[in-house]
């Protein structure tokens, strides 16, 4: 029987190592939550701006190439969003039970593409916050209702930080009443508008 000496330095060791990456996987998520947060004062900032704009009418044309490159960036992406978001919702599931399915049925490949969609849309919605939207006032109201279905995701992918990610949902929904009355359309476009991303998912 061979003797088995325990070595005294490992256990420090794997201390040392889990220690590390604890530190550094809480700093992510740190800068993670943080980016979020001003993500949504940004928009905040804008439907501020908005109402206090010094004109009434603003033009919605943009020459910024870049500005409209990323903007129909996020509008591609934001409609594979809707599909696979489609898929997930059952008439006898709540959207939130169908996210919450990937992870009971171990389904790994749409789970790693609805994370993955959902992570890049956030970075796109974090970039347009800090360019002036309010003179994009429909494209403001789009970010918003869209930041609004990505905080009910997250919610669902990051259960350790899920009322975090619910109360932002909440302050999502707050927002876009506010810039709901804030925008001079008529009530037909205003429900539409409201209901852009709503709708495909009940249909």
Avoid at 47 to 75: C, G, M, W
């Amino acid at each position: 029987m061979t003797d088995y000496i325990e070595d005294p330095y490992m256990g420090s060791e794997y201390d040392d190592i889990f220690n590390e990456w604890y530190e550094i996987e809480g700093a992510r998520k740190i800068k993670e939550l943080s980016r979020q947060l001003r993500t949504f004062f940004n928009y905040k900032a804008e439907v501020i701006r908005y109402r206090f704009r010094p004109s009434p009418h603003l033009a919605e044309n943009d020459t910024n190439t870049k500005f409209f490159s990323q903007k129909q960036e996020i509008e591609s992406l934001t409609r594979e969003f809707i599909t696979m978001l489609k898929k997930l919702k059952k008439p006898t599931k709540t959207l939130e039970e169908g996210i919450r399915s990937l992870f009971f049925d171990n389904n790994k490949t749409p789970l790693n593409k609805l994370s993955e969609i959902t992570e890049k849309l956030s970075m796109l919605l974090h970039y347009f916050s800090e360019e002036s939207l309010y003179t994009h006032p429909k494209f403001l109201k789009f970010s918003v209702i869209l930041a609004q279905h990505l905080c009910l995701v997250k919610k669902c992918l990051n259960a350790q930080f899920s009322e975090f990610y619910g109360e932002l949902e909440i302050n999502y929904n707050n927002l876009e009443e506010e810039l709901e009355d804030l925008i001079e359309i008529t009530p037909i476009k205003k429900q539409k508008l409201k209901k852009q991303l709503e709708e495909r998912l009940t249909s």
